[in-house]
């Protein structure tokens, strides 16, 4: 999880490993990861190591241009997990695991409910990261965000995570305004083993979980495979709050894909599934311990074809997803909070390009069109539909053997209004045997939602007005980074990113009360993010720290819940007895946060402050000499059954622990 993605340390110890854990991947039926890492396949020994370019050392990234690239010439910010990582974790789901990337914060607040943002932007509302599964975007078009319980995949069917910390909307547009969580599961040249895994867990409060998935699929080298994947879940962990126990979660996903080699470098792949989740949320936990049910049905297709000569491959995809929410309509208010139905068409087009050895990049073209339809959303803005197209070009210039300049620009037009926005990106990058040093400037902007251009007050004695603006236009943001990393020797890697960003980050109510109109709360940010590792043979320790400063106007009187200026993480891994027993241990901690909003349905005015908090987690798994492996997890929270968010109602979490098998013939 280095800031760029696999460090030379982390190289040097798969190198190490790679002759055993190969050796063990096949007599266990797992796949060989270590030794498909870039320029590791041919390795045999430690002489190899230095013959190695740091280039293919420190490997490749996707996320942060959209094509494969060099991490020491990488353009941004990118932090990795490989499936080695991701396996031995320990984490209990995806954000857990996200609380390692520096500048990423994570607050759970109910069973199965959490809220993710980055750099200190998007706070609660948390829709200013866009998510992608398999280079295809999942996030809701009704209000921008995602619902981390309802993601198609589990940890366990992730192969890959790249995070891109820093605005992108020069590649990906609205919603890139902070970041990009790339997520890749296992493809067709990497199919995931033939496995099965069940847990069962319980809190200090005596509140269970049992969970549970399995995944198969074809095997082989012929023209057409496939992959199916299922799982389910119960979840009453830290189901209890201050002012009674909230709605457990619950979990139901199916999920299919089928890869088919047309012929010789073009390839079809369908994707199809659906998802089942109830939780908690954070928008009407005020109103009643009301469950939210959503449904989410994704459909996608996508075309590869290598081509030859300046545009070497190309990639067609189109993309159907439908969100529905719905509540148990406890009070009329929170039933009027919850259902929600929305829709997307996405359809893109993307290629490589190779003009030169010194002039290479990609384009693409894409558009974006929504549906949505909500009882709580004004009449210009219900039962609407808006499209976005646009048009991108990236672009990497090797002035010289180790320089190298990136410029990348993007046009964005919202068809229905003509509403136009353009992001750019620029970057310098001086590259040596032992690290890189990058400068870079870029902007982002994110358009209003369905839910945020069209929303009304809802007050005990119903609609009482208008918190927000129809015809608000885009906040922007601009940012500008320094990043360096050493590499100093075997074993040890630094690296340090400094930054400062400034622009709107969501829209805030100034004061209460009827015929309010939401206006753009300004935010300049400094931030640092340090990373230090150090890998022996079976043993790794990684740390992270990251410092925010905020300034804010005067005139802002209302403030979006504040980010810790403060956070840490320690992730300590090993190994013994072969390989067959495997331990992580972590430790995250974020400072307090002061809040200064509005809260209820009647919108009152709410100051609230959340005291330091740090989170221990620890997981212990042991594969026996057959396909079987049993596993223990627990965490603990400091202090204990604090909240993570400044409401009362919240979950108040403490400790828990589970314990599981898993099955891999």
């Known amino acids: 999880m ?54 293919s050392m420190l490997g490749t990234v996707t996320a942060a241009s959209r094509r494969e690239e060099s991490v020491l010439k990488a353009p941004a910010s990118v932090t990795i997990f490989e499936s080695e990582d991701i396996r031995r974790s320990g984490a209990m789901d995806i954000p857990d695991l996200l609380r390692h990337v520096p500048g990423m914060q994570v607050q759970r607040y109910g069973p199965n409910s959490v809220t993710v943002w980055l750099r200190g932007v998007g706070a609660l509302e948390s829709n200013n990261v866009i998510v992608m599964i398999d280079g295809l975007p999942i996030s809701d078009p009704f209000d921008g965000s995602v619902d981390w319980s309802a993601l198609p995949v589990r940890l366990e069917d992730v192969r890959r995570i790249e995070v891109v910390r820093g605005p992108v909307s020069t590649i990906y547009g609205s919603g890139a305004h902070s970041g990009v969580v790339d997520i890749t599961t296992w493809d067709r040249d990497r199919p995931p083993p033939t496995s099965a895994d069940v847990g069962a867990g319980v809190d200090g409060n005596g509140d269970f979980a049992v969970i549970g998935g399995a995944r198969f699929g074809s095997t082989g080298s012929g023209p057409l495979r496939y992959q199916v994947r299922a799982d389910g ?50 928008g009407t936990i005020l109103a009643s311990p009301d469950e939210h049910r959503r449904r989410v049905a994704i459909g996608s297709i996508r075309y590869q074809q290598e081509l030859g000569g300046v545009i070497p491959s190309i990639e067609a995809a189109l993309r159907y997803a439908n969100y529905q929410l719905a509540s148990n309509e406890n009070t009329s208010a929170a039933g009027r909070l919850a259902d929600a139905d929305s829709a997307q068409w996405y359809a893109s087009l993307n290629a490589r390009l190779a003009f030169a050895k010194w002039l290479q990049g990609n384009a693409g073209v894409e558009t974006f069109t929504s549906w949505g339809r909500a009882a709580y959303l004004l009449p210009d803005v219900n039962d609407t539909w808006r499209t976005w197209s646009a048009a991108y070009l990236n672009l990497d210039i090797d002035a010289l053997s180790n320089l190298r300049f990136n410029l990348a620009s993007r046009g964005d037009v919202l068809t229905s209004t003509g509403h136009f926005e353009v992001s750019i990106r620029g970057s310098a990058i001086l590259h040596g045997e032992v690290g890189s040093v990058r400068v870079s400037a870029m902007s982002a902007f994110r358009d209003p939602s369905f839910l945020e251009r069209g ?59 009827p015929d309010t109109f939401g206006v ?45 200026a403060l956070t840490a993480s ?44 740090a989170l221990a987690t620890g997981m212990v798994r042991y594969r026996f000499a057959g396909p079987l492996a049993a596993f223990v997890r627990a965490q603990l929270n400091v202090p204990y059954d604090a909240t993570q968010v400044p409401y009362p109602e919240a979950a108040q979490q403490g400790a828990l622990g589970l314990v599981g098998l898993e099955f891999m013939p």
Do not use: C
């Open 2 to 55: 280095s800031l760029f993605p696999k460090s030379f340390s982390q190289t040097l110890t798969a190198a190490l490993l790679a002759l055993s854990a190969n050796a063990f991947a096949q007599e266990a039926g797992e796949p060989d990861d270590l030794g498909a890492i870039d320029g590791l396949g041919a390795i045999e020994g430690l002489g190899d190591i230095e013959e190695l370019s740091l280039d």
């Open 520 to 564: 753009l709360g300004y935010v300049r940010t400094f931030g640092e993010e340090l990373q230090l590792e150090w890998r022996a043979q079976e043993l790794s320790v990684r740390g992270t720290v990251t410092f925010l400063q905020f300034m804010r106007p005067p005139e802002t009187v209302h403030q979006i819940p504040e980010s810790s």
């Open 233 to 282: 879940a119960v979840n009453d962990l830290w189901s209890q709050g201050a002012a009674g126990p909230l709605p457990g979660a619950k979990r139901a996903n199916a999920q299919g894909r089928v890869w088919w080699e047309v012929a010789p470098g073009s390839r079809v792949l369908a994707d199809v599934g659906v998802t089942f989740a109830g939780r908690t949320d954070l």
């Open 570 to 613: 320690l992730w300590i891994q090993g190994a013994a007895l072969n390989r067959n027993l495997s331990w992580s241990l972590s430790g995250s901690f974020a400072s307090g946060r002061s809040y200064d909003t509005l809260r209820g349905l009647d919108s009152q005015p709410f100051n609230a402050s959340i005291p330091p908090q």
């Open 455 to 513: 929303i009304s007050v809802i007050a005990p004695d119903g609609l009482s007005g208008t918190v927000r603006d129809p015809n608000m236009k885009a906040p922007r943001n601009s940012t500008v980074e320094l990043a360096g990393q050493l590499l100093p020797a075997p074993g040890w890697s630094a690296s340090l990113v400094g930054f400062f960003s400034g622009g709107p980050t969501v829209y805030r109510l100034e004061q209460p009360g």
